[in-house]
Structure formats: C-alpha cells, structure tokens
C-alpha cells in the first residue's frame, strides 16, 4: 500500500488549520488517514506547526513519501534535515526541530520590472509632450 504523509484540511470556512496525516496515496485527500502526525496553524503570524516526530521518522522508514507542500514545511522547521541525517547514521542531537515558520517578505518588482515601468512613463510623457509643442518650422496661427 503505497503510504503518503499529506496536509488534511480542517477547521472553518476561511479559517482552515491542516493536519499532518499518513494516508493511502489512492484515498480521496478528505478521506480516511491511518495515523494523525501533527497540526499546521497558517492562520496564526508568525504559522505555527506542531510533528510528532518519531511516528513522522517511523512512516519515513517505512517508506511513505511526504506531498510537496508537506516537504517544504518540513524543510522550513528543519524537520527534513534531521531525517537526512538520521538516514546517513550521523548524529542529529545538535539540531532541534522549529515550532514557527518565518512570515516570508512580499514580493516586490524585480528590478527590470521597474526599469521598464520607467520607461514606458518617460516614454509616454514625451509623446505627450510632442503633441502640445508644435514644431519648428511651423508657425503658431
């Protein structure tokens, strides 16, 4: 049975908290789940997540595959570099696994982005510009 770790979603309309599950890969996402893993909280600033991490490290073991989103939260609390570590026999008692994820700064224009804006405006202001001033070989009637 091919073992997935993924986000359920509970809570109320617009306010919604996630469960991390271990469920069949073939199931509906709302469906039944074998074993509850932890709660993720985005409603929260900064969001904030709790793993139960030796049942997590145990479906790892036994080969259950986390869904994208469930391995980027997992990489963001360190969670996943921990299981690396535990996968290679090192010693991960230096690390410690994080409670709340940093609130990520909103996007703003690139740089090109903006040197176009700018001169589409300076382009435009001109051509505006040309429009009210005759030329010069033309006399003001």
Do not use: C, H
Request: aromatic letters at 8%; glycine letters at 8%; hydrophobic letters at 35%.
């Amino acid at each position: 049975m091919p073992v997935r770790i993924r986000l359920k979603r509970m809570g109320s309309k617009k306010r919604p908290t996630y469960r991390f599950v271990a469920a069949d890969s073939r199931r509906a996402g709302s469906g039944p789940f074998i074993e509850l893993l932890g709660w993720y909280n985005p409603i929260e600033k900064p969001a904030r997540i709790k793993v139960n991490e030796e049942k997590t490290y145990e479906w790892l073991k036994r080969g259950a595959q986390p869904s994208e989103t469930v391995l980027a939260l997992y990489r963001q609390i360190g969670l996943w570099k921990k299981w690396e570590m535990i996968r290679k026999g090192e010693d991960p008692a230096g690390l410690q696994v994080a409670d709340r994820i940093k609130e990520r700064p909103k996007r703003s224009k690139g740089k090109k982005a903006v040197a176009r804006a700018e001169a589409t405006a300076k382009e435009e202001s001109e051509k505006a510009g040309e429009a009210e001033v005759p030329a010069e070989g033309e006399a003001a009637e």
